[in-house]
């Protein structure tokens, strides 16, 4: 035998863990997008042999990664035939009613909500709605937006259906032959965790931030303002003239500054500015506005190349995994590659800028984008930009919504009636909701996050490699000697908190499947039932509300609410212990 083999054969356990505490690192440094670290992580251990062929093409049979897929398309639906964005404006008519009732049915609703539908969408429409209930009540909208994130994960550990973290453990469970788990199966833990959070967020509601995010919007919340910019190409009537002697369609105090060789020109020097061709406007406008400038056609709006005759303008909100976040807007990869112009940015209750091309990114950004047909196709299919059929530019299939909503609870009423998987169930809705047309065919794959489904099935191969390299076994006969004796409660607590501080770091879908086949060892050499610890697994891998990294939901308002990081560990470390110990007391007491 080859020297090199004959040492990969003998130390291939070793090898295992050499090659995840690489993953672990390259997770960390975040120069690389997780899916890809994972896929290069799978390549890896394939390349060594800790991974044979059989065994990778059996991570394709795990049922979570399709369950997920359909889960997402469901949700889509949903949302594209208006259920969500009108459930939204009811709260916000309530709202104006009655402000506090309001606000509990946003919380009440987002709860049960997010137990059956993806809680990133979600969050992406409500978040307005928490803008004009924080108007109405008088407070910051900071007193609403952590809380928002934080109910949406709570409501999230409530179903098995709930977050892709639940069905990616469930799947691990099912293939290494264990009972399946049903769709209420963690829902009594859930509640406890839930309840546990509730709690925590009405006492400790004094701590949260009560200062404002700088105001991007109206009085009334109705319009998003938009940051752009106006271009004088020669000739223009207001050449050689002082800015505040000269009408540019634009009030005066909308006008940010000039951009004149190279610098903003703001403040009194930009009113007395001469202008020139070439200089650049910066502005907040309306989106009417700016589409009332755009077809008046003086001047050259926004940055980017030129789009053609054909072009129209769509709306799209920059994700929490987008590659160029705190980038300059003007890097952003797609304005570079495409024949696109990004007309303008706007940013929930508060202003982006100084310039629009000088604009770091934040998660929830909302640009206005110019292009043609071709160029919007591949803006679908941009990973990094979620919200394309959600916004007031694409009309609502209102006609379908009853459809879509019945296909949602057939699904789970089927599910947890025993009828059918919940994976099943969900594949023939569907089927369903692609033949009725409450979504096409392009908006069903769009819905789907592909980098999702991607890192599930590496992570899936990372685990199974550790599996066969003995990495796993190795790991167990580590921990053994200290669980061997501890108290079941204590397994469970390590189980549970072990998962929560690698979520807050890492992906959770990642340590689900990573901590997985560890899991299911833990319990055969402990003696404890794989159960509790599986279940101790999903909730804290899902419930971290420590950073604005620990959850996709966490970004979103991070970003859109001007929290500091410090607000979430202020307010997140103790609802992490808290529902922490609440969850593992249930697992511990309330589990055979």
């Given at each position: 035998m080859d020297p090199v083999a004959a040492l990969i054969t003998e130390y291939r356990a070793v090898l295992g863990l050499v090659v995840l505490a690489g993953i672990f690192i390259a997770f960390l440094w975040e120069r690389f997008p997780p899916s890809v670290v994972a896929v290069a992580g799978a390549g890896v251990m394939l390349a060594l042999g800790l991974l044979d062929e059989k065994a990778a093409y059996g991570v394709f049979s795990n049922s979570a990664p399709l369950t997920v897929g359909a889960m997402f398309i469901l949700s889509g639906a949903l949302i594209r035939t208006g259920v969500i964005d009108k459930v939204g404006n009811y709260v916000v008519g309530r709202a104006r009613r009655n402000p506090r009732l309001a606000v509990a049915e946003v919380f009440g609703g987002g709860l049960l909500v997010s137990g059956f539908i993806n809680s990133t969408p979600f969050v992406v429409v409500m978040m307005p709605v928490c803008f004009r209930l924080a108007e109405a009540l008088g407070v910051s909208p900071k007193k609403l937006l952590m809380p928002l994130s934080v109910i949406a994960v709570l409501g999230g550990c409530l179903t098995l259906i709930g977050t892709s973290t639940n069905l990616v453990v469930a799947g691990i469970a099912e293939q290494a032959g264990l009972e399946p788990f049903g769709l209420f199966s963690i829902t009594p833990y859930g509640l406890a965790i839930a309840a546990a959070g509730v709690l925590g967020l009405l006492?400790?509601?004094?701590?949260?931030?009560?200062?404002?995010?700088?105001?991007?919007?109206?009085?009334?919340?109705?319009?998003?303002?938009?940051?752009?910019?106006?271009?004088?190409?020669?000739?223009?009537?207001?050449?050689?003239?002082?800015?505040?002697?000269?009408?540019?369609?634009?009030?005066?105090?909308?006008?940010?500054?000039?951009?004149?060789?190279?610098?903003?020109?703001?403040?009194?020097?930009?009113?007395?500015?001469?202008?020139?061709?070439?200089?650049?406007?910066?502005?907040?406008?309306?989106?009417?506005?700016?589409?009332?400038?755009?077809?008046?056609?003086?001047?050259?709006?926004?940055?980017?190349?030129?789009?053609?005759?054909?072009?129209?303008?769509?709306?799209?909100?920059?994700?929490?995994?987008?590659?160029?976040?705190?980038?300059?807007?003007?890097?952003?990869?797609?304005?570079?590659?495409?024949?696109?112009?990004?007309?303008?940015?706007?940013?929930?209750?508060?202003?982006?800028?100084?310039?629009?091309?000088?604009?770091?990114?934040?998660?929830?950004?909302?640009?206005?984008?110019?292009?043609?047909?071709?160029?919007?196709?591949?803006?679908?299919?941009?990973?990094?930009?979620?919200?394309?059929?959600?916004?007031?530019?694409?009309?609502?299939?209102?006609?379908?919504?009853?459809?879509?909503?019945?296909?949602?609870?057939?699904?789970?009423?089927?599910?947890?009636?025993?009828?059918?998987?919940?994976?099943?169930?969900?594949?023939?809705?569907?089927?369903?909701?692609?033949?009725?047309?409450?979504?096409?065919?392009?908006?069903?794959?769009?819905?789907?996050?592909?980098?999702?489904?991607?890192?599930?099935?590496?992570?899936?191969?990372?685990?199974?490699?550790?599996?066969?390299?003995?990495?796993?076994?190795?790991?167990?006969?580590?921990?053994?000697?200290?669980?061997?004796?501890?108290?079941?409660?204590?397994?469970?607590?390590?189980?549970?908190?072990?998962?929560?501080?690698?979520?807050?770091?890492?992906?959770?879908?990642?340590?689900?499947?990573?901590?997985?086949?560890?899991?299911?060892?833990?319990?055969?050499?402990?003696?404890?039932?794989?159960?509790?610890l599986l279940i101790a697994l999903m909730m804290g891998a899902s419930a971290c509300f420590a950073t604005p990294v620990g959850y996709q939901t966490n970004t979103l308002v991070y970003a859109a609410g001007d929290y500091r990081f410090t607000d979430f560990v202020k307010i997140g470390v103790p609802l992490n212990i808290l529902t922490g110990v609440a969850g593992c007391f249930a697992l511990a007491f309330w589990t055979p």
């Open positions: 006492v400790m509601a004094r701590f949260l931030p009560s200062d404002y995010p700088r105001i991007a919007e109206r009085a009334d919340g109705s319009e998003q303002l938009y940051l752009t910019e106006l271009g004088l190409a020669e000739g223009d009537a207001a050449i050689d003239m002082a800015l505040d002697a000269v009408n540019i369609g634009v009030p005066p105090g909308q006008v940010v500054g000039v951009i004149a060789g190279g610098r903003l020109i703001s403040g009194e020097e930009a009113q007395h500015h001469r202008l020139a061709a070439g200089n650049r406007i910066v502005v907040r406008i309306d989106g009417a506005a700016l589409m009332t400038l755009r077809a008046e056609g003086r001047y050259v709006m926004g940055i980017g190349g030129d789009t053609g005759d054909k072009s129209t303008v769509v709306e799209v909100t920059i994700a929490p995994n987008h590659r160029a976040i705190d980038r300059p807007l003007s890097e952003i990869p797609f304005l570079q590659r495409q024949r696109v112009r990004i007309l303008g940015v706007a940013r929930f209750r508060h202003n982006p800028g100084p310039t629009l091309a000088d604009n770091n990114i934040r998660a929830a950004d909302r640009l206005l984008v110019e292009a043609d047909d071709a160029n919007i196709g591949l803006l679908r299919e941009n990973t990094g930009l979620i919200g394309l059929a959600m916004t007031s530019m694409t009309a609502f299939r209102r006609r379908k919504a009853w459809i879509a909503m019945l296909v949602m609870a057939s699904a789970v009423l089927l599910s947890a009636t025993g009828v059918m998987s919940i994976g099943v169930a969900a594949f023939i809705g569907v089927g369903i909701v692609l033949v009725t047309r409450c979504l096409d065919a392009t908006e069903a794959w769009r819905s789907i996050d592909g980098d999702v489904l991607i890192l599930i099935f590496a992570m899936l191969a990372v685990g199974a490699a550790l599996e066969q390299a003995g990495s796993v076994a190795l790991m167990v006969d580590a921990i053994q000697p200290f669980l061997m004796h501890a108290p079941r409660w204590a397994v469970i607590a390590t189980v549970y908190f072990s998962a929560l501080l690698l979520s807050e770091l890492l992906s959770n879908n990642a340590v689900a499947a990573l901590m997985g086949p560890l899991v299911i060892g833990i319990a055969e050499a402990t003696g404890v039932s794989p159960y509790p």
